[in-house]
């Protein structure tokens, strides 16, 4: 069976900085990795996901994750982050069709 | 093109009831899927139904049942509810069953057993 793990709950950082979300997953055969956000009161919506190919892919709003094979991780970074960034984000992995397992969410707090 | 449509947003049960949750996908999006969101067991899996035939299951006892009609639309249904029971329930809708087709979440009905 596979498993996700969010170490970090809440991540607060200050406006313009750096942001690190990790998340690393357990299984035992190949898998498919995806973050999503979640803004209050809204559902899920889709950051960016590795199916294949190059291990590190981006997000359309500044986003990046890279997948890491033999540390088992798909790690989220954003090089400087805007108080809209303020939301929940959540790390799934699937290993094929539409049944995602989920982290438990990190929630990222930016502030002024 | 529209979202992902729930019905009803918010739902108060009481213990011992049963409830049915509405799911419309996107125009065109022939699977469904469904997750339970709780602040202790986080997101986790409910079922997927792909052309009217369940195609992946969760771990969740037999009172959670599910169905797909042939217009794609998806309804959820609880039996003799639990106080456990109390939580979020997610819809989602994409192309096919396959990975490479995104998953569209829609806002959810917010279930509360008391």
């Known amino acids: 069976a596979q498993s996700v793990t969010q170490l970090d709950s809440q991540v607060p950082v200050f406006e313009e900085a750096p942001v690190e979300l990790r998340c690393n997953y357990s299984?035992?055969?190949?898998?498919?990795l995806f973050w999503y956000v979640q803004y209050p009161n809204q559902g899920l919506q889709l950051l960016l996901k590795y199916l294949s190919g190059s291990t590190l892919v981006e997000s359309i709003n500044g986003f990046e994750a890279e997948f890491n094979k033999s540390q088992t991780s798909f790690h989220l970074r954003k090089p400087s982050v805007h108080i809209s960034d303020t939301a929940e984000y959540f790390c799934a992995v699937s290993t094929g069709f539409q049944k995602l397992v989920f982290g438990t969410g990190t929630r990222l707090l930016v502030s002024p | 093109k529209a979202g992902v449509t729930q019905t009803p947003r918010y739902l108060i049960k009481t213990r011992g009831q049963q409830v049915t949750l509405s799911c419309s996908p996107i125009?065109?999006?022939?699977?469904v899927s469904w997750y339970q969101q709780t602040p202790g067991q986080g997101l986790q899996f409910l079922f997927e139904?792909?052309?009217?035939?369940?195609?992946n299951k969760g771990n969740f006892p037999g009172r959670f049942s599910g169905r797909q009609f042939s217009n794609s639309r998806s309804e959820m249904n609880v039996s003799t509810l639990e106080l456990g029971d109390s939580a979020l329930y997610l819809c989602?809708?994409?192309?096919?069953?396959?990975?490479?087709?995104?998953?569209?979440f829609g806002p959810g009905t917010r279930l509360t057993v008391l």
């Open positions: 299984s035992s055969v190949s898998v498919y």
């Open positions: 125009s065109g999006h022939r699977s």
């Open positions: 989602a809708s994409s192309l096919s069953h396959s990975l490479l087709d995104e998953q569209f």
């Open positions: 139904y792909f052309s009217e035939t369940q195609r």
